[in-house]
């Protein structure tokens, strides 16, 4: 059997496993990354679909192990290749995957199953395991074929009193032990963290705090898939007498779908709409809203900015109920300060309990390496700093080092009697939407737009005698970004003169265009410690 995971090693999402045996090809998730400050105008970042595309047909089934977007906002960029792709998971994770179909106005094939459920896709037969997670209906999923058995935890963790009583199956994981785990694939997310992750009602005391003292709104913002979390806080408001109102489309369509299949209890009048919260005194209100992360078109980020219908005011309180995202530290620290120079009183995991991972630590991670007892294992779902910390649990437990892979997107790891060996690796190159457009920004242009962003831009206008590659008249200058003197435009303006002085017989657009670009780049770099973008356009003087 063959597992080439295309992403999830080496980033924090955009979670996608390929898994091949006879010929047939088993997915198991495919979701984005979201875009950092060093991709500007990216929407989100998806694996790389190239190494399929020559094999779609071969594609006999999806499994979405839950309904986070670093799992399913990739799925209708990979329907856009073949629509008919099934999709098999539990009844939330595909309640959530359908609405966001229906926008790139795909309707699905798919299946439900529900853990402890068996079911046979192609040559691959599939047992689904209850797991713990911040959203319901996780599952981890179990892959066998003649070559292995292989575990797949999925994202997980153990809480022992989750909201809706649905535990891990430490059973199942020992059961699947004892008939023998050729390769155990482990969530590393919290590897890196001792011992064992506080249990999702620990947290109700903390919002509870929040609602019986803040003296006016209070603004919730949380993933858009976080049921749980928003389950807390809806609970918290009744108690206190709020009412709650969502705010931003992929929360409100997520937590009525949520409500609709009986996912998210909402007491009777509390959930008001948006416009008639806003006609309430303001102790009596509770918004929640999308944008934890800091992300620049989010509806809290908006609100910092002032550019929202909701305008922040004194005491109002921003409660930041999910984990701060690694790579997201900067827009999340500049997002608070941009909320508490407005006057609210900003409420989050630093100062306040009011988040717990969803991720398994350490402990429990130990724990389940010993339930197992794989023969091989490869920790996914993780930075580099996660995925050795995990491999290192498992030596710990008496994992044969050499059977302990750390790999990255696109290696090839073949699995053959037993033993679990990197066999070679394909591209898993970062792949950018923009707009829903996939491919639609790339590595250069991204470098460009970083460069315009830092050093500025600078056009150029030349005009040329072609017979003697002499300037008609000194060049016009166009700087943007950035302070051009007149003493560095005589200075350019001479950079630009040797560079044409060879420039006889030329043509409006051949190379002496691009002679001239790199003579002003390496100027600009030397002389103003800066490199521009620049653009250099010759007329022909004749």
Not at 153 to 177: S, Y
Not at 190 to 217: K, Q, S, Y
Not at 458 to 471: H, M, Q
Request: charged letters at 25%; glycine letters at 8%; a negative charge.
């Amino acid at each position: 059997m063959r597992i080439t995971p295309l992403g999830g090693l080496g980033e924090i999402g955009r979670n996608m496993t390929v898994f091949e045996y006879a010929g047939k090809l088993l997915i198991v998730d495919c979701g984005v990354l979201f875009p950092e400050e060093h991709h500007p105008g990216v929407d989100v970042i998806l694996p790389d679909f190239s190494a399929l595309r020559d094999r779609l047909d071969d594609i006999v089934g999806l499994v979405i192990t839950h309904g986070h977007e670093d799992h399913i906002g990739g799925i209708p960029y990979l329907l856009r290749e073949r629509s008919d792709i099934p999709l098999i998971s539990a009844r939330l994770s595909l309640a959530f995957v359908k609405t966001k179909l229906q926008e790139h106005r795909i309707t699905p094939k798919t299946v439900q199953v529900k853990e402890g459920e068996k079911k046979k896709v192609g040559p691959f037969d599939l047992e689904f395991l209850a797991v713990n997670h911040s959203i319901p209906d996780g599952l981890a999923v179990a892959i066998t074929t003649p070559a292995g058995k292989i575990l797949h935890t999925g994202d997980f963790k153990m809480d022992q009193f989750p909201l809706d009583r649905r535990i891990t199956d430490l059973a199942g994981f020992a059961r699947l032990g004892e008939e023998g785990v050729d390769l155990f694939l482990v969530d590393s997310t919290n590897a890196d963290v001792p011992g064992f992750m506080a249990a999702e009602a620990d947290l109700a005391p903390a919002i509870d705090t929040v609602m019986r003292t803040a003296p006016r709104r209070v603004i919730v913002s949380s993933f858009a898939s976080h049921v749980h979390r928003i389950q807390q806080v809806i609970n918290s408001a009744h108690q206190h007498g709020r009412k709650v109102a969502f705010v931003g489309r992929s929360m409100v369509r997520n937590m009525g779908t949520a409500k609709e299949l009986g996912y998210l209890k909402i007491p009777r009048g509390v959930l008001v709409e948006f416009k008639a919260a806003e006609k309430m005194a303001p102790e009596k209100v509770v918004i929640i809203c999308t944008g934890s992360q800091g992300e620049p078109m989010a509806a809290l980020a908006r609100m910092a900015s002032q550019d929202h219908v909701i305008d922040l005011v004194q005491d109002d309180t921003i409660l930041l109920a999910s984990s701060l995202i690694p790579g997201n530290e900067t827009a999340i620290y500049r997002l608070i300060n941009d909320l508490t120079k407005l006057g609210a009183n900003v409420v989050h995991k630093g100062n306040a309990k009011v988040h717990v991972s969803g991720h398994a630590s350490a402990g429990e991670l130990v724990y389940c390496y010993n339930l197992v007892r794989p023969k091989n294992v490869m920790p996914v779902h993780g930075e580099p700093r996660h995925l050795k910390a995990n491999a290192e649990l498992a030596i710990r437990t008496g994992v044969d080092p050499d059977n302990v892979l750390i790999t990255q997107d696109g290696t090839v790891v073949d699995l053959v009697n037993g033993r679990a060996r990197v066999a070679g690796s394909i591209p898993a190159d970062y792949v950018y939407v923009e707009n829903m457009v996939a491919g639609a920004a790339t590595e250069e242009s991204l470098q460009d737009r970083v460069r315009l962003a830092e050093d500025g831009a600078l056009s150029v206008l030349v005009i040329l005698d072609p017979e003697t590659g002499v300037l008609e008249e000194a060049p016009e200058f166009f700087p943007v970004g950035f302070k051009f003197s007149a003493q560095e435009r005589s200075k350019a303006t001479g950079v630009v003169q040797k560079a044409c002085s060879g420039a006889k017989g030329f043509k409006a657009g051949s190379s002496v265009e691009g002679i001239v670009v790199e003579a002003l780049t390496r100027w600009t770099d030397r002389a103003l410690r800066r490199k521009p973008v620049i653009t250099v356009i010759i007329v022909d003087a004749i």
